[in-house]
């Protein structure tokens, strides 16, 4: 089946440093890639679209410049957290799709703590 | 906005017994549904999907019904097992859109022994 690798599982940083988490689909070419947040006991919040060569789209209230998104090619976007402040500290998770299908892969998840 | 919601937060039933978990939708232009469960500290998982052509669907343990009349949702899980417990969140993509999801609330389902 479509696996995608997410990596850090689990980052700490200092506030004001930037953090970049990469998604990457291992057996299959992700069209469009989504990036999460998902805060404790909430569901996930989708923060951005992207396609591959293509500049990502951003749901109303994140900041693009904040939360800068790479999505160079087939395999590979990555989120950079520029900047990072304590509020930013969340879970994200990256989900990749294919081409043409109704399928939904999702990372394993990146716990970010930001102190 | 429109959203996914559900109707229950949490859910407890006995090992062995089945469980319902419930979403309401009210996109109408929505024509697919996922349902996923997410384990602590991880990733969702998909557990089964329906679109919107179908009223229901079946897996193995799992059903998935689709009342489009209402907007509802359900999941069915028979047979619950102490593995089963995790956070449940039904998603619905819109058709036309940029085939993002949009996840409901969510149910924490726990397995009593």
């Known amino acids: 089946g479509a696996v995608v690798s997410q990596h850090p599982s689990w980052v700490i940083c200092k506030s004001g440093t930037s953090v970049k988490i990469e998604c990457r689909s291992l057996?299959?070419?992700?069209?469009?890639m989504f990036w999460y947040r998902q805060f404790p006991k909430q569901s996930l919040m989708l923060m951005a679209t992207?396609?591959?060569?293509?500049?990502?789209?951003?749901e109303q209230g994140v900041e693009k410049d904040k939360f800068l998104i790479n999505h160079a090619s087939l395999t590979l976007s990555t989120l950079t957290v520029t900047s990072a402040h304590p509020e930013d500290s969340s879970f994200y998770i990256c989900s990749a799709k294919g081409q043409g299908d109704y399928g939904y892969t999702f990372g394993s998840g990146t716990r970010l703590t930001v102190v | 906005g429109e959203s996914v919601g559900l109707h229950l937060p949490t859910l407890s039933v006995q090992e062995g017994d089945n469980s319902i978990i419930n979403c309401a939708y009210s996109?109408?232009?929505?024509?697919?549904f996922i349902w996923y469960k997410q384990e602590s500290g991880k990733g969702p998982q998909f557990i089964i999907d329906i679109r919107s052509n179908m009223d229901k669907r079946q897996g193995q343990r799992v059903t998935v019904l689709l009342n489009k009349t209402v907007k509802h949702l359900s999941l069915q899980i028979a047979a619950t097992q102490p593995g089963d417990s995790a956070v449940y969140f039904c998603a619905e993509n819109i058709a036309g859109s940029a085939r993002q999801l949009t996840f409901g609330s969510g149910t924490q389902l726990t397995v009593l022994p």
């Open positions: 057996d299959f070419q992700a069209t469009t």
């Open positions: 996109n109408s232009a929505s024509d697919y």
């Open positions: 992207s396609n591959e060569g293509s500049k990502a789209t951003y």
